[in-house]
């Protein structure tokens, strides 16, 4: 398709027309006077327009780049937390069944002896799906390996190879869960893609992790749902992977899914297999095959209720610091559900006096929020409904926010809505809240909420209310930087791209907040 790009005079923005007919999530071409084509992804919320659509094309948010080389040319190599420590999973992407094999060339900054690498133990597997393509249009094989007794904390340098298909060297740190007396530093988003605006957020935590003088590097990336948008279009798919390789192939990339992930509509028939397949998640070996045995019409019927392997739902623990619980907010959570019993049973043993000992720090990872102040439609509409309670479709108040305070959970992260939004300590549907118009939480006893879904994705053309436990709030692009300071002091900083949806790149911290736990463990404890 192509569309026509009215140009007016160079002080101005370009403008896009979209058709009415075009469909929310389509990649169209348009083409300037000038003869430039652009990428351009289709709004969401598009659906049964009347009229045709025109946006400045200084959106980075739907504006999609051309492939770079290195992307096309990428084998898309991503590291992935296991749920053990001194434990990593490494993928990448070959055009053809083969054996993956890893070589642990040495151990770097360590006084472990070189060897140690004959220690580790390697268990690889091959996976795909019959419309899994490679830029050439070849069939696309994924590669995973699960490396296992790594010492802990220690630097390896690594090469990847498949039957002679391309090699690939990076290193990494072995993951671990005892506490080394350093700080720590992790980014955290949901919702990102491959717009102008995506790549803005890889190149500002890029710049972080390899700014040799700063001492809190980026240790690893917690992607909380809407991955990649490619709704069953596998040169998106490519596109992301080549995009985040310079990142995920040196700390861990960790993912959970979001709507467009494994919603039939949301995903264009997805439903979760191309994740699964190309993500070595904690879950991933047990549930893809039960996926991959199914056809597209079974698999996305029973994506809500599927259980088979528990596929989307699996506990990190970081560092001597948290105890991290991801968790999908598309599958059945009501009360005594498998999830929803799955989740009371983890919160349960992160929140022993013996666990929070060994990580104070509980967070949940989910992509649809229960807290935010987004006009946007099914978000806030049940604020005034106690039955329904606060949260997307009035139902993970309703079903979970007891079950969080219950088990003093510190932190729980969000996506879904595209900006960014922070709030209070805040319980009961938001009717209570604590330090308000304060940059210090200290000693919350109710979970502080974070709205994080401002890596990429378009905005959602939605302005924002104002009600007490709301915080802050900004329509901007850019990542959480989320720093434990120590055991007892956590800061979050929100590091955008930009100003506004068509700033030019400038990274800045444009929100913050510590929080503080003076008696070191969680409330309750």
Same mark, same amino acid.
């Given at each position: 398709m192509l569309l026509i790009i009215a140009s007016v005079c160079a002080?101005?923005?370009?403008?896009? %027309?979209? !058709?009415?007919?075009?469909?929310?999530? @389509?990649? #169209? $071409?348009?083409?300037?006077? @000038?003869?430039n084509q652009i990428r351009f992804q289709v709004p969401q919320g598009y659906e049964n327009r009347t009229s045709s659509? *025109?946006?400045s094309t200084s959106n980075r948010g739907l504006i999609i780049p051309n492939p770079t080389k @290195?992307?096309?040319?990428?084998?898309?190599?991503?590291?992935?937390?296991?749920?053990?420590?001194?434990?990593?999973?490494?993928?990448?992407?070959?055009?053809?069944?083969?054996?993956?094999?890893?070589?642990?060339?040495?151990?770097?900054?360590?006084?472990?002896?070189?060897?140690?690498a004959s220690d580790v133990l390697q268990n690889g597997t091959t996976r795909s799906y019959p419309t899994a393509r490679l830029p050439d249009n070849t069939t696309a094989y994924f590669q995973h390996v699960v490396l296992t007794q790594l010492n802990e904390g220690s630097a390896y340098n690594y090469t990847i190879a498949c039957d002679g298909y391309g090699t690939f060297s990076s290193t990494f740190v072995a993951p671990t869960s005892?506490?080394? =007396?350093?700080?720590?530093?992790?980014? *955290?988003?949901g919702d990102m893609g491959v717009s102008n605006a995506a790549?803005?957020?890889? &190149?500002?935590?890029?710049? %972080?992790? =390899?700014?040799?003088?700063?001492?809190?590097?980026?240790?690893?990336?917690?992607?909380?749902?809407d991955l990649s948008y490619a709704r069953s279009n596998e040169d998106i798919w490519n596109q992301f992977f080549g995009m985040i390789e310079p990142i995920a192939s040196r700390v861990p990339w960790t993912v959970s899914p979001g709507n467009h992930?494994? &919603?039939?509509?949301?995903?264009?028939?997805?439903?979760?297999? !191309?994740?699964?397949? &190309?993500?070595?998640?904690? &879950?991933?070996?047990?549930?893809?095959?039960?996926?991959?045995? %199914?056809?597209?019409?079974v698999r996305c019927n029973e994506a809500y209720n599927n259980t088979v392997g528990h596929p989307f739902w699996y506990t990190v623990k970081l560092r001597g610091y948290a105890t991290i619980i991801t968790y999908s907010t598309d599958s059945n959570l009501e009360q005594n559900s498998e999830q929803w019993n799955w989740l009371q049973s983890e919160l349960k043993k992160a929140n022993t006096i013996e666990e929070r000992g060994k990580h104070p720090w509980i967070f949940l990872m989910g992509h649809k929020p229960m807290y935010t102040a987004s006009t946007y439609g099914g978000c806030i509409s049940t604020r005034d409904n106690?039955?329904?309670?606060?949260?997307?479709?009035? %139902?993970?108040?309703?079903?979970?926010?007891?079950?969080? #305070?219950?088990?003093?959970?510190?932190?729980?992260?969000?996506?879904?809505?595209?900006?960014? =939004?922070?709030?209070?300590?805040?319980? @009961?549907?938001?009717? $209570?809240?604590?330090?308000?118009?304060?940059?210090?939480y200290r000693n919350p006893k109710a979970p502080v909420h974070m709205m994080v879904g401002m890596s990429g994705a378009g905005h959602l053309g939605a302005s924002y209310d104002k009600p007490s436990w709301s915080a802050y709030s900004e329509i901007s692009y850019g990542w959480l930087k989320t720093t434990f300071a120590n055991r007892t002091a956590l800061h979050?900083?929100?590091?955008?791209?930009?100003?506004?949806?068509?700033?030019? $790149?400038? !990274?800045?911290?444009?929100?913050?907040?510590w929080i503080v736990k003076d008696g070191g463990g969680g409330g309750g404890v």
């Open positions: 002080a101005q923005p370009t403008f896009i %027309q979209v !058709p009415k007919h075009a469909v929310e999530g @389509q990649i #169209v $071409y348009g083409i300037t006077d @000038q003869g659509f *025109i946006t @290195q992307e096309e040319e990428s084998l898309q190599v991503h590291l992935h937390h296991t749920s053990q420590a001194g434990s990593i999973a490494i993928s990448w992407t070959t055009p053809s069944h083969c054996t993956p094999t890893i070589v642990l060339n040495s151990v770097l900054n360590s006084d472990v002896a070189s060897n140690v005892s506490l080394d =007396n350093t700080s720590m530093t992790i980014a *955290i988003f790549h803005d957020t890889v &190149r500002s935590m890029l710049s %972080q992790l =390899n700014d040799e003088s700063n001492s809190n590097s980026i240790a690893a990336v917690f992607h909380i749902g992930d494994m &919603r039939k509509g949301d995903s264009a028939g997805e439903c979760g297999l !191309p994740m699964l397949s &190309r993500f070595e998640t904690p &879950r991933s070996r047990a549930a893809q095959p039960h996926l991959l045995s %199914q056809n597209s019409t106690p039955e329904s309670g606060e949260g997307t479709e009035g %139902q993970l108040t309703h079903e979970l926010e007891k079950l969080f #305070v219950d088990h003093s959970v510190d932190v729980s992260f969000y996506g879904h809505i595209h900006s960014y =939004n922070r709030m209070y300590p805040t319980k @009961q549907n938001g009717t $209570y809240v604590e330090d308000t118009n304060k940059q210090v979050l900083e929100f590091v955008a791209n930009g100003d506004g949806l068509e700033g030019e $790149y400038a !990274p800045s911290v444009h929100d913050e907040v």
